[in-house]
């Protein structure tokens, strides 16, 4: 078997020779590579030397191959065609086995990052591009293959499909020094609260919460007015005051105990998530089942339905 390395220096040029001897034409060849015509005529001139054979016959601005260039090209040219096919075969299987998973942020720092390293156990040659964005982004422009939105309807395009519907209620940390017993929602109005502003809707603040209740909120100044989500969860689990948050997002909280929810209080339905699958993509179909899966086995760990709001 021929050993390629002392002539691997050699694939530049006879990458060269492969557009020259197609067009014939080394104007064209330059065009093709993206280089002059002067480096083209340059490798040329390098590859005859290094193989000692005459390639092109050149006569004023127009060259055209020998007997040798001829049969050369033959040989030559099938095989990188098939190198090339190779690499781009390679890059649609990595392509393939890369996910595109777009989530909010909320929803990736609280629910989907915890979980992903089951994913990996699972399915170690899927690699997971995860693109957090608080907006709606264009699921075709941005090429995603999974996703996870929230919002009071589902999206009207094929690949959607109900995830879960999102239930609120009083959380605290164990280490928050409550003024009441905290028995009934007229007791929240004496606390610490902390409250949710910024692009927020109303029906996930305060306001709306007591207004559901038949009961008049305590003025926002106060409590702890917070702008994201993110970090109204983060000062609820610090002890800072009581948040209005929900499933499934808290659930690894009140698991561990890091928070609480109040006892014997409903809570209160809101939007849903809704999960989108690309059609006809293996993957995309393996990670939306995944999610599926977890899913439901946060709602039966033990074959029971969970309530929505733990009693203490």
């Known amino acids: 078997m021929v050993n390629l390395r002392k002539d691997v220096h050699l694939l530049r040029n006879v990458v060269a020779f492969q557009a020259a001897s197609r067009s014939e034409n080394f104007t064209k060849a330059a065009a093709a590579l993206g280089v002059s015509r002067v480096a083209v005529s340059r490798q040329i001139a390098e590859l005859e030397h290094a193989i000692g054979q005459k390639l092109f016959s050149r006569n004023h601005r127009m060259v055209a191959l020998t007997r040798n260039g001829e049969v050369f090209a ?7 065609d098939a190198i090339a096919q190779a690499l781009a075969n390679q890059r649609a299987d990595a392509s393939d086995a890369r996910l ?7 929803f990736a720092t609280y629910w989907l990052m915890p979980r992903l390293i089951d ?3 699972r399915f170690p040659d899927i690699e997971v591009n995860l693109v957090v964005s608080d907006r709606y982004i264009d699921i075709d422009a941005e090429g995603i293959d999974v996703a996870v939105r929230y919002g ?5 395009e094929a690949g959607w499909c109900p995830l879960v519907q999102e239930a609120i209620f009083p959380v605290y940390s164990p280490r928050y020094a409550a003024r009441t017993p905290l028995k009934n929602e007229g007791d929240l109005r004496q606390e610490r609260l ?3 502003s910024g692009k927020y809707r109303a029906e996930a603040r305060w306001q709306h919460w007591f207004s559901e209740r038949g009961l008049n909120p305590p003025e926002e100044r106060l409590g702890v007015s917070v702008n994201t989500y993110i970090n109204m969860l983060q000062a609820a689990i610090e002890g800072q005051g009581i948040a209005l948050a929900g499933r499934p997002l808290v659930d690894t909280f009140l698991e561990d105990g890091s928070l609480i929810a109040m006892a ?12 989108y699958c690309r059609q006809n993509h293996e993957n995309a179909k393996i990670f939306s089942d995944w999610i599926e899966a977890q899913f439901d086995t946060d709602r039966h760990p033990d074959g029971k339905e969970v309530s929505p709001v733990p009693n203490k």
């Open 74 to 80: 033959k040989e030559v040219n099938p095989a990188l």
């Open 100 to 106: 595109s998973v777009t989530v909010t942020s909320a």
């Open 119 to 121: 994913f990996g156990a």
């Open 152 to 156: 009071p309807k589902a999206p009207t």
């Open 194 to 196: 902390l409250f949710l």
């Open 264 to 275: 014997d209080i409903p809570a209160l339905e809101r939007d849903s998530y809704y999960l």
